[in-house]
Structure formats: structure tokens, C-alpha cells
């Protein structure tokens, strides 16, 4: 058991090392939470997935993945600032008109407070709500997924961390170890990201609110700019 222990920390540690950094999937993360944390939740997994996916795949091929996406690098940080962009310029223009979650007056007895019917948008029983809501937290986790895997700093990480390691990862018990550090750390920190953004949400007014998704936007396309320097 002491001989899988070193690993599983050392996994652990690399988890930590590619998810604490607050880069632009983070930000995302954030908003998502703010706005719906089922959702969020799901799309926090989708980035533990893909790091589990890249670190397994790297402690198998390490050198292997370094050789063959460097030389692709720029291009791929390219589409990738692309694609963030794209998302940063959809939510700014959306936080120009964000959603109310006023209750107008109406012959109703109690309307539900804003929090309680923001978390309940899309949530009607038995119509196409239902469904839709049903639906939102696989589409996310998809689409974190996708988002997250075109970035090639993660991939090069851990090729170069796996690599280091040598024969630690050599025998499979301690390969696995390895993973199952790096899925846990991720995953653990990527949900308390979730619980902050959750935790904020139900305490800022819709104004703010509004003014968060503009800060976070603006942060996203900066970092944007930032991994698509130097142009290939």
C-alpha cells in the first residue's frame, strides 16, 4: 500500500499543478456555477475528465504526445483563442441585456424568490422545460469537454511530467495510482470552484451579477489573446 501512496500524492500534486492556475476555463466555470450549478457541476466534471484523459494518455505515451503536438502547438493555441473569443464576445453581448429575475405583480399568492426561480428556469414538470433541463447538464459537460481537450499547455504537461518520472510509473499498479491522484485533485478542485460560483450567485443582485459576467467575459478574451501569442 506505502509503495501506491507515493504516486497516488505525486498525481495528486500534478492535478493541482494543471487545474489551481485560474486561466480561462476557470472563469467559465465561475460564470456557469453562478448561473446554474447542476449544470455547472457537470461541466466542472467534463474538465476532470479531460485532464484524467490527458495524464492517462501521457503516462502511457509520454514521449510520444510531447514529439508530435509541439510541432503543432501554435496552431492549436490559435484555435483555441479562437474558439474563446468567440464565447467571450456571445457573453458580453449577452450581459448588455441580462435576464431579470423579478417576479411582475399578479394575482399569484407568494411569488418565488428571485434565486429560487432563477434555479428553477426551464424546470417545468412534464413540458419541454423538463426537458431541456434534463438535457443542459450533458450538453455542458460535452461542451467543457471539447473546450477543454483543444488545449495542448495540458497534454504537454503532463508528457513532461510523466516523463520525469520515469520508471515510478512504470509498473501498472503505480501508473494507476498515479491517475487516480490526478482525477481526484482535479475533479475536487474544479466542484469547489463550483460551490464558490454557486455560493455567489445567491448573494449578488442581478446588477452585479450582470457586472461579474462582464469582468469574467473580458478576462476570457484577454486570455484569449494571451495563448494565441506568439502567432504561428
Do not use: C
Not at 514521449?63 to 464576445?89: D, F, G, N, Q
Not at 510523466?162 to 512504470?170: F, V, W
Request: no cysteine; glycine share 12%; hydrophobic share 50%.
Amino acid at each position: 500500500m506505502n509503495e501506491l501512496m507515493t504516486p497516488a500524492l505525486a498525481g495528486a500534486a500534478a492535478g493541482l499543478g494543471v487545474a489551481v492556475p485560474m486561466g480561462a476555463m476557470s472563469v467559465l466555470l465561475l460564470q456557469e456555477a453562478i448561473h446554474h450549478r447542476r449544470t455547472a457541476v457537470a461541466a466542472a466534471s467534463g474538465i476532470a475528465v479531460v485532464d484524467l484523459g490527458y495524464a492517462a494518455l501521457a503516462t502511457a505515451l509520454g514521449p510520444w504526445v510531447a514529439s508530435h503536438v509541439s510541432p503543432v502547438e501554435a496552431w492549436v493555441r490559435l484555435a483555441s483563442a479562437l474558439i474563446l473569443l468567440t464565447i467571450a464576445a456571445h457573453g458580453l453581448t449577452r450581459s448588455r441585456h441580462p435576464p431579470t429575475s423579478k417576479t411582475p405583480p399578479g394575482p399569484g399568492p407568494n411569488p418565488a424568490p428571485p434565486a429560487l426561480e432563477a434555479r428553477g428556469a426551464g424546470r417545468s414538470p412534464g413540458g419541454r422545460g423538463a426537458a431541456g433541463g434534463a438535457s443542459r447538464p450533458v450538453k455542458a459537460f460535452a461542451r467543457y469537454v471539447g473546450l477543454t481537450a483543444v488545449n495542448p499547455t495540458t497534454a504537454l504537461y503532463f508528457a513532461a511530467l510523466t516523463t520525469a518520472q520515469g520508471a515510478t510509473l512504470g509498473s501498472g499498479a503505480a501508473g494507476a495510482a498515479f491517475l487516480v491522484g490526478v482525477g481526484a485533485a482535479s475533479l475536487l478542485w474544479q466542484q469547489s470552484l463550483v460551490a464558490l460560483g454557486a455560493l455567489a450567485g445567491s448573494r449578488i443582485s442581478d446588477t452585479a451579477r450582470a457586472w461579474t459576467f462582464r469582468l469574467g467575459y473580458g478576462l476570457v478574451a484577454a486570455y484569449a489573446v494571451k495563448i494565441a501569442l506568439p502567432l504561428p
